[in-house]
């Protein structure tokens, strides 16, 4: 009985992101244009803003999760299990020390001034450059680690028959 009622919120939570997340993709693709910079300027929607801010909370809501998930597990696993326990930790610092040489390999040159708006200079400081570095470095490890768990997962199960 628990397992459906989970699955019903978790299917009903999923559509109601994906149904908001359409409606905010349409807004900003067929909401038409500002034009605060004139026609020859490049094109500016006008539901930028709230794409952004919906980006924002899904950003914020699995990060939430992610910790909140990950504690409690944490907290589970060591008080049954010492060692699943600490593998569980063992995830959370991976996760901090990629964060940490990925902010370390990032760059730090800023942008030609004459490259950028006015409004970007102020982004074109060494700490946003590297942080900016450094969630791209961290897409891209992360989605090759998980290419390698899925072809991994699959030898895996191919040789166990």
Same mark, same amino acid.
């Given at each position: 009985m628990a397992v459906k009622k989970i699955r019903k919120i978790s299917s009903w939570t999923l559509w109601g992101i994906m149904l908001i997340s359409a409606a905010i993709l349409a807004l900003f693709f067929l909401g038409g244009l500002d034009e605060p910079y004139g026609k020859d300027a490049f094109k500016n929607p006008t539901y930028t803003g709230e794409l952004l801010i919906w980006a924002y909370i899904l950003l914020a809501v699995t990060v939430l999760s992610m910790?909140?998930?990950? @504690?409690?597990? $944490?907290?589970?696993?060591?008080?049954?299990?010492?060692?699943?326990? !600490?593998?569980?930790?063992? *995830?959370?610092?991976?996760?901090?020390? !990629? !964060?940490?040489?990925?902010?370390?390999?990032? %760059?730090?040159?800023?942008?030609? %001034? &004459?490259?950028?708006?006015?409004?970007?200079?102020?982004? &074109? *400081?060494?700490?946003?450059?590297?942080?900016?570095?450094?969630?791209? $470095?961290?897409?891209? @490890? !992360? *989605? @090759?680690?998980? @290419?390698?768990?899925?072809?991994?997962?699959?030898?895996? %199960?191919?040789?166990?028959?």
């Open positions: 910790l909140m998930f990950g @504690i409690t597990q $944490f907290i589970s696993k060591f008080i049954t299990n010492t060692k699943a326990g !600490l593998a569980s930790l063992a *995830v959370f610092v991976s996760f901090g020390i !990629l !964060l940490v040489i990925a902010y370390a390999l990032g %760059s730090d040159i800023p942008f030609p %001034s &004459n490259m950028l708006n006015q409004d970007s200079w102020k982004f &074109n *400081v060494e700490f946003w450059l590297k942080i900016t570095d450094m969630w791209l $470095f961290s897409i891209y @490890i !992360l *989605v @090759i680690l998980v @290419i390698c768990a899925m072809v991994w997962g699959s030898l895996r %199960s191919i040789f166990k028959r």
